[in-house]
């Protein structure tokens, strides 16, 4: 039995490899494949730079491909005659880059880049004020993890919990560098707007209000990056009954100054 699983197995693996490159964009031929696609230091916002070098023989242009995951079908977004193409994208995705001359394009894909977000699965919980003084009740966003800090002796927190006597909710998130605690990072929130969850609304940023659980949060950090948080509840403080929390998990977009994210709103 053994041996017929590793068999199996060894098989399984013959097949994934065999499938590995058979995810073509768009029309293919015998022209050459584009080399060096890359994400550009300029891109910002939602505006995508993305560079490739010139194949060496004489092209019409360039077709660059999009898809918004990794498993979708690829989408002809644009063609151009030069190396460079920016793209204004609505969520984050993958790109690839065709050479093409009429209708006969390269024989294969470009490498392929993308924008997507590191998705941040581990859940933390952050105390408002009215919790026990060794409660942690800031939080530091980090491109692997985060860090749960106390938000009244830390200088690095990007955000922490708080009572702001709102009506609508019993705590919410301040600024790190907002009073009362404050000495943390200068942080600027916005709520996503309607059912756009992958970039957040150009005005309305706060820096302390409150949050409700379901809540999917926009956050623009100090150091330029920027991170989606996906507020999952608002609990009761075990030690203390007065005092309230935010539960969370969050996405954070490596590549600064981009603020694209999927389309997930939770």
């Known amino acids: 039995m053994k041996k017929l699983g590793l068999l199996v197995l060894v098989v399984g693996i013959v097949l994934m490899a065999g499938c590995a490159g ?3 964009a768009g029309p293919s031929g015998t022209l050459e494949d584009v080399t060096g696609l890359a994400i550009g230091s300029a891109s910002a916002g939602r505006d995508v ?4 070098n010139a194949v060496s ?4 242009g360039y077709a660059v491909f999009f898809r918004a995951t990794e498993t979708a079908d690829w989408t002809e977004i644009q063609q151009v005659t030069g190396t460079t193409y920016t793209h204004t994208a609505d969520n984050s995705g993958y790109y690839t880059v065709k050479a093409y001359e009429g209708t006969n394009y390269s024989t294969n894909n470009s490498n392929i880049v993308n924008t997507m ?4 699965m581990a859940t933390y919980t952050i105390w408002d004020n009215h919790a026990p003084t060794d409660s942690t009740s800031g939080f530091v966003f980090g491109a692997t993890a985060g860090q749960r800090v106390l938000a009244a002796s830390s200088t690095n927190h990007d955000i922490y919990c708080y009572d702001g006597n709102w009506t609508q909710s019993p705590c919410g998130f301040y600024s790190g560098d907002k009073a009362p605690f404050g000495g943390g990072h200068e942080t600027f929130m916005k709520l996503a707007e309607g059912s756009i969850y992958s970039y957040p609304p150009s005005s309305g940023w706060w820096d302390s209000n409150y949050v409700l659980a379901g809540d999917v949060i926009f956050a623009e950090l100090y150091n330029g990056y920027y991170v989606k948080i996906y507020v999952q509840a608002i609990p009761q403080c075990p030690a203390q009954p007065l005092s309230y929390g935010v539960t969370f998990y969050f996405d954070y977009q490596p590549i600064q100054g981009l603020y694209l994210f999927t389309t997930e709103s939770s």
């Open 57 to 60: 023989v004489t092209v019409d």
């Open 117 to 120: 977000p590191n998705q941040i």
């Open 49 to 52: 730079v993305l560079t490739w």
């Open 22 to 24: 058979d995810d073509p």
